[in-house]
C-alpha cells in the first residue's frame, strides 16, 4: 500500500495547522464580534472558552485522526469499528465544504480590495462613496465572482500539489509573512490618537454586557476560529507522524489563535476610534469602515494594500485546509488521483460559491428564509452545523471509543501529557457535552 503522506517538520506541522486556524475567523470576524459582545469581558470568556472547551476537542480531533490514518469520514467508522459512526464525518465535510463556498466568496473581496487600494480606488472618497462603490462591487456579479474564482483555483493549486509540497511548503512561507504584517499594523497602531480608548476597549472588561448568549456566541467564534467540529482537525491528525507531541501543537496553535485575533483588535479598534467610528458596527467593520479610515491615516494607502494583502494570505491558508477536507474524502473513498480529486472538489465548491454571488444581486430570488445564500450559509454553518459537529466529535471520543485508545493515541503512548490526560478525559466526557448541549438548547428557547 502507498505511504500515507505526512506533515515534514515541527514547525511545518505548527504553521500548517496554524495556517487552518488562522484566517477571516481572526481578523475579520473577532473583532466585530468582540465589539458587538463588550469588548474584553468577551475577549476574557472566548481565552476561557479555548481552554476548557476548544483544546480538548481540538486534541480529540487529533487522536481520532492519527489513530485512523484514513479520511475523515472513514475514520470514525475505523475507530469505532461500527459503520453508523461515519455520518459524523460526513456532517463534517458538508459543513467544510459549505463553509468553503461562502469563505471564498469574502476572500474574493479581499482580492478586489487588494487591487483597489494598490490603485488608490478609494483613497479620496467619503464613507457614502465607499460604501456605494462597494455595492456597485457586489451589485455587477461578474466581478465578485471573478476574484472568487481566481481564489478557488489558487487554493486549488496548493491543495493538489500535495500534503507536504504544496500545503505545508505554502503555509511556511505565508505564515510569518502574516505574523510580520500584523506586528507591523498593531505597531503603528499605538502612534494613533485613539490607542488608549481603543486598547480600553479591548482590553478593560465591562461584565454588564455578558450573558448566556455571550457564552455561545464565545464558543460559536472559538470553534469557528479554530477549525473544529468539522473534520478539519481529523483530516490533518491523520498527518501528524506518529511520535509527535500532539498537546504541543494543540497549545501552540490555541495561543498563537487568541494572540493575532487580540492583535488584529489592537490594530483595528484604535484606528475606528481615532476617526469616530462605531465598535459594533458589525460585519462591514473591515470591507467599508477600515477603507474609510485608510482613505484618512497618514501613509494609509500603504497599510491598507498590507492589510487586505494580510487577509487574503490569512484565508488562502485556511481555504486549503478546508478544500483538503474534500478533497481526502474523495481521493480515498472514490479512489480518484489526487489532482482529479481537487479539480472535482474545487469544481463544486466554485460552484456553490457562484450562486452565493449570484444571490447578493439586487432583485435576485436565491434565497434561504429571507437571507441571501452567503449570509444563510454562515449562519448555518456557525450556529447549527459547527456545535453540532463539536458535540457529536465529543460524545464519540468519550462515550464511544475506548478510554485506552484516547489515552494511547493522545499520550503518544505514555510520552507526553500523560497528567493532562487524565484532566481532560472526564472534561471530553461529561463536562463538554453537558455544556455544549446547555448553551445549544438555550439557543433554540428550550429555557425560556
Ligand atoms: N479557522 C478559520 C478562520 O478562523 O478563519 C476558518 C475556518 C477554517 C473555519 C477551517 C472552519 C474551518 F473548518
Redesign the pocket.
Known amino acids: 500500500m502507498k505511504k500515507r503522506s505526512t506533515f515534514g517538520s515541527t514547525f511545518g506541522t505548527v504553521a500548517v495547522v496554524g495556517g ?7 481578523i475579520w470576524r473577532f473583532p466585530y464580534i468582540a465589539g458587538e459582545n463588550g469588548g474584553a469581558a468577551f475577549i476574557l470568556i472566548y481565552i476561557c472558552v479555548a481552554l476548557l472547551i476548544s483544546v480538548p476537542i481540538m486534541l480529540t480531533e487529533f487522536t481520532i485522526g492519527r489513530a485512523a490514518q484514513v479520511n475523515s469520514m472513514r475514520a470514525y467508522q475505523k475507530v469505532s469499528g461500527r459503520r453508523r459512526w461515519q455520518g459524523i464525518g460526513y456532517l463534517g465535510i458538508a459543513t ?1 465544504f459549505t ?1 468553503l463556498s461562502f469563505y471564498s466568496v469574502i476572500a474574493g473581496w479581499g482580492l478586489e480590495f487588494i487591487k483597489e487600494s494598490v490603485i488608490g480606488e478609494f483613497m479620496s472618497m467619503d464613507s457614502g462613496q465607499i460604501k456605494a462603490n462597494f455595492d456597485a462591487f457586489i451589485a455587477t456579479g461578474w466581478r465578485p465572482i471573478l476574484w472568487t474564482t481566481l481564489f478557488v483555483i489558487a487554493t486549488a493549486f496548493i491543495v493538489g500539489t500535495g500534503v507536504e509540497k504544496g500545503i505545508e511548503r505554502f503555509n511556511k512561507y505565508a505564515m510569518p509573512l502574516m505574523f510580520l504584517i500584523l506586528v507591523i499594523m498593531a505597531v503603528n497602531s499605538v502612534t494613533l490618537s485613539g490607542f488608549q480608548e481603543g486598547a480600553t476597549f479591548l482590553l478593560k472588561p465591562d461584565f454588564s454586557k455578558v450573558t448566556v448568549r455571550t457564552v455561545l456566541t464565545a464558543m460559536g467564534q472559538s470553534f ?4 473544529l467540529g ?1 473534520g ?1 482537525m481529523v483530516t490533518y491528525g491523520s498527518y501528524i507522524r506518529k511520535g509527535r507531541n500532539m498537546f504541543g501543537i494543540a497549545g501552540t496553535v490555541t495561543i498563537a489563535d487568541s494572540c493575532i485575533a487580540i492583535l488584529s483588535g489592537l490594530a483595528i479598534f484604535p484606528a475606528v476610534f481615532s476617526f469616530g467610528i462605531n465598535p459594533t458596527s458589525g460585519p462591514d467593520l473591515v470591507f467599508l469602515t477600515l477603507p474609510n479610515i485608510f482613505a484618512q491615516m497618514a501613509g494609509g494607502q500603504i497599510f491598507s494594500v498590507m492589510f487586505f494583502v494580510l487577509l487574503f494570505a490569512a484565508a488562502i491558508t ?1 481555504s486549503v ?2 478544500l483538503e477536507v474534500v478533497v481526502a474524502w474523495v481521493h480515498e473513498e472514490f479512489k480518484l488521483k489526487r489532482r482529479v480529486a481537487t479539480a472535482v472538489a474545487g469544481a463544486g465548491a466554485l460552484g456553490l460559491a457562484i450562486l452565493c454571488c449570484l444571490s447578493q444581486m439586487t432583485g435576485s430570488s436565491l434565497s434561504i428564509g429571507g437571507l441571501d445564500l452567503l449570509n444563510f450559509f454562515d449562519k448555518a454553518t456557525s450556529l447549527y452545523m459547527i456545535p453540532i459537529g463539536g458535540l457529536l466529535v465529543v460524545i464519540f471520543a468519550g462515550w464511544v471509543v475506548s478510554k485506552n485508545l484516547m489515552r494511547k493515541e493522545m499520550t503518544t503512548h505514555g510520552r507526553y501529557g500523560v497528567e493532562l490526560f487524565k484532566l481532560i478525559y472526564p472534561l471530553i466526557k461529561f463536562v463538554i457535552p453537558v455544556i455544549i448541549a446547555v448553551l445549544f438548547l438555550n439557543e433554540l428557547g428550550v429555557f425560556k
Open positions: 487552518s486556524v488562522i484566517g477571516l475567523g481572526n467544510a463553509i469557528f476560529s479554530l477549525s468539522m478539519i485556511s485546509s478546508l
